[in-house]
């Protein structure tokens, strides 16, 4: 066994380097040319003359996406503190986009890179697009903002205060707030040739203060504390529920800081900072330690954005752009509070269950043994509309049963305090031989991915961190069991991570089997992983980046031949994103030859529908709505004889290429009707569904006589259903 700082780079396996190929070394892919497939051609007879008229961008998709989210937040059918949510949700997201994607777009430019990327774009290009339609998106959600505040949160007693506004009793209830827990935990920071402009971390706000003294100006700065809540609730009439932002408090008490000068200008500011690691994938002594390195470096990245307040005075904004290194021209003035993010914490702490989705309890499947279960019968589970539990107790059942040998499983990301955690490190040490493949490079879970790791560690667990250059994206797990002298194995694997919280929001879908055909291709893969061992001829599952898009490819062309044979040709599957250009040419292709293509993809989506010539029997719809669809299905046809599919990845290139990802066919006929159901109660959907239009937007699908939504639906379907 290696030891868990070894990380090896596997055989076969190559490094990927985003949707530029990387800087200097990219293919460019030249204007007008043919669309080339596998088997040849499928743009003949198209007038169309670059990637630009054939894909929309994945940035700008996203973008779409977002807009989506923002459209939950409008819409006066939503319950009001759910709208809240859905504009802290637009917010964080808009924020991740900057971090990642504006940052990958500003890398480019500053190293000088000149080419078009898959789909079409020259980095200023979509940097200038990207601007445009953030700003656009951003004036919208501060619009909806405003109007939910004044129209509805006011009228049904949920109010957001500025200080001016507050009565006699909240007044000293803010400043007594303000002398015994604010005020004790600022620190000012000054700025000059003593006092170098701070370090200020990634999406913090921190007030710029212009001070003026015997004609002499100077630069100083408050950052609000991370460490206290941003909203406080004030006194206030029986339920009702007030609350002022500390921001607010901060403001009207500057002078106190500042005793002995005049202040000249004031205004809140926000940093946003490149989040990537730019780990050196040639240090491979410990993967885990370079990220530790890289995490301590990444308060001090790149500034991507700089966000402030209207009434910004333009002398203090030259001296903090000048200290931070940002073009002004780019600084972003937002017409509101701040980060709207904090309206989650509104969202949960005014108790006004009326303004909230009806609550429901996840059905639960019934056991006395889940091993039994599971190997009587393999089954699936739907989050949320079931239970996790049964994938909880499946790892704590093996952590505690004296005849469970081993435990193999992957973790991307996990919540606190999870319970799974404790069961892994439970069967640790009770002698059991527990490896864990913890992708430690999951954006933005680096640092919880490494704490909860080490205590895996010192519970004797075998951690594998991650491999150089690739990530660990499936979702597996493999318990070996001695049963009467013989060696039983359980699998289990999924659409969405092993975490106990996102599991009540985001759509999955959870499958369990003890057969053994899955129980064998899964060792292989974990050995593929763990160890110097080449890929095998799997039965039943196919893997990224081995076969899984190769096995994509013989599907799809296998209904391009059943639509030229029998016109039988279909293929119906959902998925998160659907960004990688090969399978889109594919798509094309395939509805060339007339095979019918439905597709429901909740985000990214950068194939064209509905393009005659090109994509004409394809239909694109996204559900954004309560939960955050995550499922991955495929359906393909195969001449009437159904094939469905379940994975860890979308149709991303990333997932194709530079992830370890996990597909799998699901045979049994129950477990595929009920596969078809799901897939077709989404189809139905009438009330959260958009549809994409050959013209590139999303429009509500209209002219229904059955309001249908789809989640609302299965929540009551499995409420009902006699357990299958």
Request: glycine fraction near 6%.
């Amino acid at each position: 066994m290696k030891s868990a700082d070894s990380c090896r780079r596997m055989p076969g396996l190559r490094s990927h380097k985003g949707y530029y190929g990387g800087v200097g070394n990219a293919e460019v892919v030249a204007v007008g040319r043919v669309i080339e497939g596998a088997s040849g051609s499928c743009r003949r007879g198209s007038t169309m003359k670059n990637n630009t008229e054939i894909f929309i961008h994945r940035d700008i998709s996203w973008l779409m996406f977002n807009e989506r989210v923002l459209e939950e937040a409008k819409d006066a059918a939503n319950p009001l503190l759910e709208r809240l949510r859905f504009l802290a949700i637009f917010s964080n997201n808009l924020d991740e986009f900057f971090m990642v994607r504006l940052a990958s777009v500003k890398r480019l430019i500053d190293a000088g890179y000149n080419r078009k990327d898959d789909f079409g774009y020259y980095p200023q290009q979509l940097h200038d697009e990207i601007i445009a339609r953030s700003t656009s998106l951003i004036a919208a959600a501060y619009h909806a903002c405003r109007s939910i505040k004044e129209s509805e949160l006011n009228k049904n007693g949920i109010n957001i205060l500025k200080h001016k506004q507050l009565n006699a009793e909240q007044g000293k209830f803010v400043l007594k707030y303000f002398d015994s827990t604010l005020y004790p935990c600022i620190t000012p920071v000054a700025v000059d040739i003593s006092h170098p402009f701070p370090v200020l971390p990634s999406k913090s706000n921190t007030f710029g203060v212009c001070l003026e003294k015997g004609g002499i100006y100077y630069l100083a700065l408050i950052p609000v504390p991370k460490s206290i809540s941003r909203i406080l609730r004030l006194p206030s009439e029986k339920n009702e529920f007030s609350y002022i932002l500390i921001d607010d408090i901060i403001r009207n008490n500057l002078e106190i800081f500042f005793r002995g000068y005049k202040i000249y200008a004031s205004f809140l500011f926000r940093v946003i900072r490149d989040s990537e690691l730019l780990e050196n994938e040639e240090d491979t002594s410990s993967i885990r330690k370079v990220i530790e390195r890289e995490l301590k470096n990444r308060p001090k990245a790149k500034v991507v954005s700089i966000h402030v307040e209207k009434q910004y005075n333009d002398k203090l904004l030259d001296m903090i752009c000048s200290g931070i290194d940002f073009p002004k021209e780019q600084v972003r003035v937002i017409d509101g509070d701040l980060d709207l993010t904090y309206l989650f914490k509104v969202a949960n702490q005014a108790l006004r269950p009326e303004f909230n989705y009806k609550s429901y309890v996840p059905s639960k499947l019934v056991y006395e043994n889940i091993f039994d279960s599971i190997k009587e019968k393999q089954f699936i589970i739907h989050f949320p509309y079931e239970s996790f539990q049964p994938v909880i107790d499946l790892i704590q059942s093996a952590a505690r049963d004296r005849d469970v040998l081993a435990i193999k499983m992957t973790l991307y990301r996990t919540n606190e305090d999870s319970a799974i955690i404790q069961a892994l490190i439970d069967a640790a040490k009770s002698g059991k031989q527990v490896t864990v493949i913890v992708e430690i490079k999951a954006r933005f879970d680096e640092e919880r991915n490494i704490g909860w790791t080490k205590n895996l560690e010192a519970a004797g667990c075998h951690v594998i961190y991650g491999i150089p250059g690739i990530k660990v994206h499936a979702k597996m797990l493999l318990i070996v069991r001695n049963e009467e002298g013989r060696i039983r194995r359980y699998v289990h694997l999924s659409t969405g991570n092993y975490n106990e919280i996102t599991s009540r929001v985001y759509t999955d879908l959870s499958y369990f089997t003890a057969n053994d055909d899955f129980a064998k291709d899964i060792s292989d893969l974990f050995n593929v992983i763990t160890g110097y061992s080449v890929s095998s001829n799997w039965k039943r599952i196919f893997a990224a980046p081995y076969n899984l898009r190769e096995s994509f490819y013989e599907l799809i062309d296998n209904e391009i031949v059943f639509q030229k044979k029998y016109g039988t040709g279909f293929i119906f599957a959902k998925m998160n994103s659907l960004e990688d250009t090969a399978i889109i040419e594919k798509l094309y292709k395939a509805s060339i030859a007339g095979v019918k293509i439905r597709l429901i993809v909740r985000g990214i989506c950068c194939l064209v529908p509905g393009v005659e010539g090109l994509s004409s029997t394809i239909e694109v719809r996204s559900i954004v709505g309560r939960f955050l669809e995550h499922t991955r299905i495929f359906l393909f046809n195969n001449n009437t004889e159904q094939r469905l599919f379940l994975a860890s990845s979308d149709w991303m290139k990333r997932n194709l290429e530079g992830r370890i990802e996990l597909g799998f066919e699901v045979a049994n006929p129950e477990l595929k009707d009920h596969l078809k159901f799901i897939l077709n109660t989404y189809w139905e959907d009438t009330a959260k569904t958009r549809v994409l239009r050959n013209s590139r937007t999303y429009t509500r699908l209209s002219g229904k006589i059955n309001h249908k939504n789809a989640q609302e639906f299965l929540i009551e379907y499995y409420g009902n259903e006699v357990k299958r």
